[in-house]
């Protein structure tokens, strides 16, 4: 049988593209799986990993994430010659189209109200101008989506929640697949003379700097530097790593003591659950997708605002933590294994086809 996955056009397979990304090489072995994307780009990306995509070469005007917002801004219809065999998933939040599953990720609108604080000022100014009318067409589309789509999937409780406060119904929640055999423990002997952070446009960086002046080494990584602040970039507890390979990645976390992840909105987080199937705990917020996957003295903590988050990572960083963290890191990260997670997109798949 086919299997139809329609995709944003991302740059690459990190980011909103990697779930469907992870679960179309799991099914593979039981669907005919293909990639629809507006973006050649995008498509050229899905196929160096192995896997068919077509495209139907829309041009975009910008890059990185505020590609994303542009495909949002043009959404547009797409309409599928289906003869009722193929299964098809929509993975995007650009365009609507008839489809058996959505896989809802977040509102774009309520990740940028949580991000504005962070912005630049340009895109505060921007965002501040035209909220209302972004709010009017977020809440237009994704109500569009939920009545061309037979099930409607979050990928997590928060997620879940933002929806149906929009009155939107959600049929289930099932959490983004993380290659657990890739995102691996590296070494028994961990370094732990440093703290892992990311750093991105979700970024809450005014607790990284609070931390680090209470004098814990941080080590960040993440492509988008641009977004960093001056008082981050020249921090003397802080080194800048900027874009790590995969290879390197796991190696970060590996080694470090804990990873710290403050963030201003996560509808689910793969920071830390890479983190924890590397073995390192997690410290970050009880709130949103990281307070659903950390399991709170066992995988990691969960701090209920910056000041208490400042106070334990400099607590942590002092005094450390019982060993058997690391474990008890990894086996819940296995729970959102890409095998675990593909079998219950089988179980709902075959349901919709019969």
Known sequence: MDLVMFVDPLEGLHGP????????????????????TPS?????????AGLEAVSFNRRYFLRGSLRTLEAWLRSMRFNVDNDDEAV????????????????????????????????????????????????LHDRRFNRGLRRASRLFIANSSFTRSMYEAWGIRVDGVIYPPLDTSFFRPVTSRPSGDYVLTYVGKETAFSAIRRVADAGVKIRAFGSKISHVPDYIRGHPNIELLGRVSDEELVELYS?????LFPFTHEPFGYVPVESMACGTPVLTYAAQGPGETVIHGVTGWLA????????????????GYPSDMRARSRERAEQFDAKVIADRWLEVLRGVKG
Do not use: C, H
Not at 40 to 48: D, L, M, P, V, Y
Not at 255 to 259: E, G, S
């Open 17 to 36: 593209l990697r779930p469907a990304y992870l679960l179309a090489r799991e099914l593979r072995g039981s669907y005919n799986v293909t990639f629809v």
């Open 40 to 48: 050649s780009e995008t498509a050229e990306a899905i196929r160096s």
């Open 88 to 135: 098809v998933m929509n993975f995007s939040q650009a365009f609507l189209v008839d489809a058996d599953v959505y896989y809802a990720q977040g509102p774009i609108t309520r990740a940028l109200d949580d991000m504005y604080p962070e912005m630049r000022p340009l895109y505060r100014a921007i965002y501040r101008a035209f909220r209302r009318l972004f709010i």
């Open 255 to 259: 080694n470090a003591l804990f990873t």
């Open 304 to 319: 209920k605002d910056e000041g208490s988050l400042v106070d334990m990572a400099v607590r942590i960083w002092r005094e």
